[in-house]
Each structure stands twice: as C-alpha cells, then as structure tokens.
C-alpha cells in the first residue's frame, strides 16, 4: 500500500506557469499526477527550489515543499547540477524533521534523479525516475546548431537509469530508446504514458474561442503552443506557414509561448525577424496559464508539433481532447500521442515543405479535417490522468518495500 510518496524536481516547480523557460510538460505532469495521487489519499510532497523557502499545501496531501539552497533564479543547469548534493541533504533533513517516511522516492528529469539516487542511499527508499527528456536522444535528432549535451548529463543519466528501482518511460518508442542508448535493464523498465484533463481540455465553440480570445473570426488557424526553443522547430512551422499563404489567403499562424534553453531568446529573435515579412499574418502571443490554453486549441483548426525530439507531446494530446486535430513530427512519443491519419498527420523528417503539404490537407480537405476532427477525441480519450496514477501505482508497488 502507498502511503506517502516524495517527487523531486530541483530545476523547476509544478506551480510555474508552463510554456516559457525550463517550465513545460514536466510541471504539468507532476501537478496533475500530485493532485490526482492526493485525491487517491496518498500524500504526495513535490521537492523543489528557486521560490521562496517554504512550503504550500496545494490541495489536501499535496504539498509543494521549496528548499532554499544553490544559485539565485532559474541557475542554469549546470550551476545546479554542483548543488544537486546540497538538494539531497536539504530533503533528507526535511523528512527527518517532518518525520516523513516515505514510501518511494519519483525522480524528474536527469538533475533530481542524481538527487534521487543519493537520497535513495541514505534514505533507503525505492527509487523510481522519469526523465522527460534524455540527453542522447536530444542529440541524435538535434538541429546542427544546437549545443550536444554535456558529459555531466549523460554519464548521471547513464547511472540513475543503473541504480533506480524502475525506469518510467511514457511511451514504448521511450523505452526502446533507454535501452538502445544507455543499455537500461528492460526488466526495470517500465511505460506509463501522461494523461489529459478532460474536464478542462474538451471542444468548444471555435467563434467564441476566438472572440474570447480577440483572434480574427475568420480564416484558417495554425497553432504552436510550447517552449519557443530550436528542438520544438518553431522555425520549421514557420517556414511551413509561410509556404502555404498564397493557398490559404486569410490564414493565420500563432505562437503561443516563450523562449526556452540557452538559444531561447536568439531562436525568438530569428523567429520573430522571419516573421515580420509575413506581417500580421504571424501571432506571437506570451506563455498562457495551463488551463487557459484550452480556448487556444478550441480557437484553431489544426495544431502543428515538428519537434526534433519528444519524450510525449503533452499539447498533442490537449489538442486531440478539445477535437483539433494535429501535424506532428513523426518522432519519439509523437508517434503513440497521435494516431497518423485518424487523429493527425505525422511527417516524416523536418522540411517544411512536408508539413506545408501536410498542413495545406488539413486546411483545404474540410471532410478531412472533419473526419480528424473526431479521431482526434477519440485518441485523447486513451489519456487520462487517473489512468496515469493507476499505473504507477502498480508500479510503485512492485518497487516498494513490504
Ligand atoms: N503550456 C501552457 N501554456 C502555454 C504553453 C504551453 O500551459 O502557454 C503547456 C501545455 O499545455 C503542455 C505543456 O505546456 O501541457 C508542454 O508540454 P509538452 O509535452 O508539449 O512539451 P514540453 O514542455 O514537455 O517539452
């Protein structure tokens, strides 16, 4: 039975508004998983730092503890990463002196999951991870002009993946890479995909959305929605889009987000001097709390995704659940988010051309997109975060002590 679970995750709070900088689909999970897990009964603490020391009871037995410690603000990953021991000692006092016992320990992302495995030392608690992203993979599929991953990264994701108790992939693309790449134990690997608030994430009206939202009534809509950095290929939609205005007179395409990783602020930049020859017909809105995102896909008519790599594509699955369908990249666990030519499209490889192609399907076919429309509510419903808790739960039982 679990009782009490602990998440550590040093880079980035599940309170943070996703969309720009290190926050995204890694906070989402760990808030929507926390809450979910609470309302199970099981109290869940979300280990964490950058804010204010102290702690916030979210919901009841969800609470978000802050440990002030390492380099001001956002830090950097690397400045974290010369921290990371200090994290651990910070939570092995906190549960000393809350006289928590926890059950298992789940580890996000490669930093809190070195935190994990010395807090899984002393602590003597299973130790469960889920990367959310994996530095080797990045650099397989990674634009040319993007930095590799340091060794740092890869030799801590390499160990984590050897010690922890159970690997947590989202998806069998995900598990596949683990093993290929770091030589994971398949028999401590484990798939439990992320979930969708269905609740909020559902269709709409699309001409109140967009007068909700002061977004043009008419014309075709493309969204973006995500952290504005080179491996979400915000260049390569744009390039698309911009091969398909003659076609589509009155389209719009809109950004939803900032700007994210070290090339952040230079790939908004070189977005943004692209862009402007487009004129109006190019959006750039700033990140959006997560549930107000809902109205943003109800608002649009089909959604674009040409990641050079992605552990899920949580905006994938939101957009399917609000019934828009999506042009994705066909690559990691785009592949199982979305279901090619039921839900979607996915394209093979990053050149614009093909998404234009694929794009120009979509916004040209209206018994095609109608058709996507539906498969796309459909898909979305395999998703489900109670579904996602359910899983883990086993999961955290087969690694848990007696
Ligand atoms: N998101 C948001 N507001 C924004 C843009 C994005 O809340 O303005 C959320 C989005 O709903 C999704 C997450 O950020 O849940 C992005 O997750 P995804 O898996 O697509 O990408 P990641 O950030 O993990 O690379």
Redesign the pocket.
């Known amino acids: 039975m679990i009782r009490r679970v602990a998440y550590l995750s040093i880079h980035t709070s599940p309170l943070a ?3 720009s900088g290190d926050a ?3 906070n ?1 999970y760990i808030h929507e998983l926390a809450q979910t897990m609470a309302g199970r009964g099981v109290q869940v603490d979300v280990f964490t730092r950058g804010g204010a020391a102290g702690e916030i009871e979210v919901t009841p037995g969800y609470r978000v503890v802050n440990l002030a410690f390492g380099p001001p603000g956002d830090g950097g990953h690397d400045a974290l990463a010369e921290a990371v021991g200090d994290f651990a000692e910070g939570v092995a006092r906190w549960a000393v002196r809350h006289r928590a016992s926890y059950d298992i320990l789940h580890s996000h992302y490669w930093l809190s999951g070195w935190a994990g495995v010395l807090l899984h030392e002393v602590l003597r608690v299973p130790l469960a991870i889920s990367f ?1 992203t994996l530095g080797r993979v990045k650099d397989a599929t990674r634009r040319a002009d993007q930095a590799p991953a340091g060794l740092l990264r890869l030799v801590a994701e390499t160990e984590v993946i050897a010690r922890a108790g159970c690997v947590i992939a989202s998806t069998p693309t995900e598990a596949a890479q683990l093993i290929e790449h770091y030589a994971a134990n398949p028999e401590r690997l484990c798939v439990s995909p992320p979930g969708v608030d269905h609740r909020v994430f559902s269709p709409g009206s699309r001409r109140e959305a967009r007068r909700a939202l002061s977004l043009p009534g008419e014309g075709a809509l493309v969204l973006f ?3 504005l950095q080179p491996l ?1 290929g915000p260049d390569v939609a744009l390039e698309a889009f911009s091969r398909l205005v003659e076609e589509v007179p009155g389209a719009r395409l809109l950004f ?2 900032g700007p994210s990783g070290t090339q952040g602020e230079e790939e908004v930049a070189r977005l943004r001097a692209a862009a402007a020859r487009l004129g109006e017909r190019v959006i750039f809105r700033p ?4 549930r107000h ?1 809902a109205q943003y896909y109800r608002a649009a008519d089909v959604l674009v995704v040409p990641s050079r790599s ?1 552990s ?4 994938a699955a ?1 957009a399917q659940a609000c019934g828009l369908p999506v042009v994705a990249a066909s690559v990691g666990g785009l592949e199982h988010a979305v279901a090619d030519g039921e839900s979607g499209l996915l394209v093979t490889g990053w050149d614009a051309a093909d998404y234009a192609a694929a794009l120009r399907l979509v916004l040209t076919e209206p018994d095609l997109a109608a058709r996507l429309a539906a498969g796309a509510r459909l898909q979305a419903e395999r998703f489900s975060w109670p579904a996602t808790a359910d899983r883990l739960l086993e999961l955290y039982g087969g690694i848990a002590g007696p």
């Open positions: 508004v996703p969309g995204g689909g890694m989402v959310h929605a995500g952290r979400k939803v987000g990140p959006v709390p997560h995102l992605e899920f594509g949580l905006v939101e």
